[in-house]
C-alpha cells in the first residue's frame, strides 16, 4: 500500500506485505534526508537516510528513494511485521543550517 | 547505557507555575536540541546548542528558557506554564560535521499544564 504523509493519514496493511510511505519535502537546499519511526509513548529512532547526492539507498528490510526533481522521498518496507507499527517521520536538512524539519508523519498499522 | 536520556518521563503542573526538563546524552555529541510535539503528532524544533552555545532560536516564547552547564546536558526551564504548552518536549543530539548529521532523541516528556 502507500500514503502521503500530510496530514498524519494511516497506512493499514497486512502482515507480510510490502509497505510504501511517501513525503514531500519542501526546501530544495536540503542536502540531507532521513527516517524516523516513532513508536506510541516513545521518541523518533533513526531508521535511514540518505544525502541528496543519491537517489536510493538500501538498509535492512528498508529501502530509501529520493527524487530531487519532484521533492519526493519514500520509505519501503518490505515484508512488513506488526512490529513495524508506527508512526513514521520524513525529515530533511541543510546540513550548513542543523535544523533537522521534519515532515507531518504517517502512520503505519500492520495487522496479522 | 541510554543515549539520551530525560527527567521527568511525565509532568503535570497548573498555569503559571515554572518547570524544568532535565536532558542528558552520553554519546560524545557537542550539539544537542530541544523539540516540541503536538498533539497532531508535529515535531518542531525549538532550540538547539553546539558546545554550550545557543545556534538556533525558533522564535519560541521568552517563557522558554534552555540553559547547557556542559556539552552533555541541555536543561529546558519554562516560566508562567500556559496551557498551550501542553505537549511532548524530546530533547535530541548529534555530532555535527562527523560525515552524518544524524539526531538522536531522547524518550521525551509529556508536559500536562491544568
Known amino acids: 500500500g502507500e500514503s502521503v504523509g500530510l496530514h498524519l493519514p494511516t497506512l493499514s496493511v497486512q502482515e507480510g506485505d510490502n509497505s510504501i510511505i511517501n513525503c514531500a519535502y519542501s526546501n530544495s537546499a536540503s542536502d540531507y534526508f532521513i527516517w524516523y519511526k516513532q513508536e506510541s509513548g516513545k521518541g523518533p529512532q533513526f531508521i535511514i537516510d540518505i544525502r541528496s547526492n543519491m537517489d536510493k539507498r538500501q538498509g535492512q528490510r528498508v529501502t530509501v528513494l529520493l527524487n530531487k526533481t519532484v521533492k519526493h522521498l519514500s520509505l519501503q518496507i518490505a515484508a512488513t511485521q506488526p512490529g513495524d507499527s508506527a508512526v513514521y517521520f520524513c525529515a530533511e536538512i541543510h546540513t550548513g543550517f542543523q535544523k533537522l524539519v521534519f515532515g507531518t508523519g504517517t502512520r503505519l498499522l500492520v495487522s496479522p | 547505557d541510554t543515549a539520551v536520556s530525560q527527567t521527568p518521563k511525565y509532568l503535570v503542573t497548573q498555569m503559571g507555575n515554572d518547570k524544568s526538563i532535565k536532558c542528558e546524552q552520553n554519546?560524545?555529541?557537542?550539539?544537542m536540541y530541544w523539540y516540541k510535539q503536538d498533539s497532531k503528532k508535529f515535531l518542531k524544533i525549538m532550540f538547539s546548542y553546539n558546545n554550550k552555545e545557543l545556534i538556533i532560536n525558533e522564535t519560541v516564547p521568552n517563557r522558554f528558557s534552555p540553559k547547557s552547564p556542559d556539552k552533555a546536558h541541555l536543561n529546558l526551564h519554562i516560566n508562567s506554564l500556559e496551557l498551550g504548552d501542553s505537549a511532548v518536549y524530546f530533547c535530541?543530539?548529534?555530532?555535527?560535521?562527523?560525515?552524518?548529521?544524524?539526531?538522536?532523541f531522547g524518550p521525551g516528556t509529556r508536559l500536562t499544564v491544568l
Open positions: 554519546l560524545g555529541h557537542d550539539t
Open positions: 535530541a543530539s548529534s555530532q555535527v560535521g562527523s560525515g552524518t548529521d544524524t539526531q538522536y
